[in-house]
């Protein structure tokens, strides 16, 4: 366990086991407005979350798996989510993400920051190391749901 959870376990709200950590997850998301499309670990079938914190003063939040777990979003793009996903939540907006790659194509780089646009322009940027990023339409990940399912 990192230290950042160590320092933020004090006055947070900590949830075990995976059924009710994926729900707390998904909960999380749609208070603060970020489509549960946009970051689904919590719909990986495989995934077993053993636990789920968040600190609502800092909004910092983390999920511990039992194992490492991989999203198939296309034919050539994956999400990658380690045993320790960590990151901050506001409004819209994930920031600091740490235990997250994205694949596309040839290329795996870590996932930083998404960021929802006004949710009626429906636009999500994706940011990674270095800056480099892209900005994609929200119904771009609606449809890699569905892919996934099946």
């Known amino acids: 366990m990192s230290k950042e959870i160590e320092a933020q376990r004090m006055t947070a709200e900590i949830y075990h086991g995976s059924a009710t950590c994926k729900q707390k997850f998904q909960e999380l998301l749609d208070e603060f407005a970020v489509p549960r499309c946009v970051f689904p670990v919590a719909e990986v079938e495989s995934a077993e979350f053993e ?20 999203r198939k979003m296309s034919k050539t793009s994956m999400i990658f989510y380690s045993v320790e ?19 596309e194509g040839m290329f795996t780089l870590p996932i930083l920051e998404l960021i929802i646009d ?25 449809k890699a749901a569905e892919y996934a399912l099946r």
């Open 118 to 142: 006004c949710p009626t322009a429906g636009k999500v940027k994706c940011v990674a190391t270095a800056g480099l990023g892209r900005t994609s339409p929200l119904a771009d990940y609606q």
């Open 85 to 103: 996903v960590t990151g901050f939540i506001k409004e819209r907006h994930l920031s600091k993400i740490t235990g997250v790659k994205g694949k």
């Open 51 to 70: 636990e789920l914190g968040f600190n609502g003063a800092t909004g910092f939040f983390w999920i511990l798996q039992k194992a490492k777990t991989v």
